[in-house]
Nanobody, 115 residues
Framework: QVQLVESGGGLVQAGGSLRLSCAAS????????MGWYRQAPGKQRDLVAR???????NYVDSVKGRFTISRDNAKNTVYLQMNSLKPDDTAVYYC?????????WGQGTQVTVSS
């Protein structure tokens, strides 16, 4: 069982930055593929960025060059550094973990970018 707790969301002006954190329970966090997803009102939940156990990353095109996903296995935490934020980035951001073919979700954290 893996539990995920996100933090770091909030309200920011366009062009600003936020860093999201996701703290995970479990001693085998380092083996999990960790991801950040987002869901805007009325839209589906979509992948934003993902990092695997070898620290290989991938990003959706709309955030490349602006967002950076990273992980600290000693702290069982994955981060999403978001720079140059745009109003279109407004959404609830969810942390995701895939481990041993099981998928886990956090409760989500709201990110609102004002123009």
């Amino acid at each position: 069982q893996v539990q995920l707790v996100e933090s770091g969301g909030g309200l920011v002006q366009a062009g600003g930055s936020l860093r999201l954190s996701c703290a995970a329970s479990g001693s085998i966090f380092r083996l999990a593929v960790m991801g950040w997803y987002r869901q805007a009102p009325g839209k589906q939940r979509d992948l934003v960025a993902r990092i695997d156990s070898f620290d290989s990353t991938n990003y959706v095109d709309s955030v490349k060059g602006r967002f950076t996903i990273s992980r600290d296995n000693a702290k069982n935490t994955v981060y999403l550094q978001m720079n140059s934020l745009k109003p279109d980035d407004t959404a609830v951001y969810y942390c995701n973990a895939v481990l041993n073919s099981r998928t886990y979700w956090g409760q989500g954290t709201q990110v609102t970018v004002s123009s």
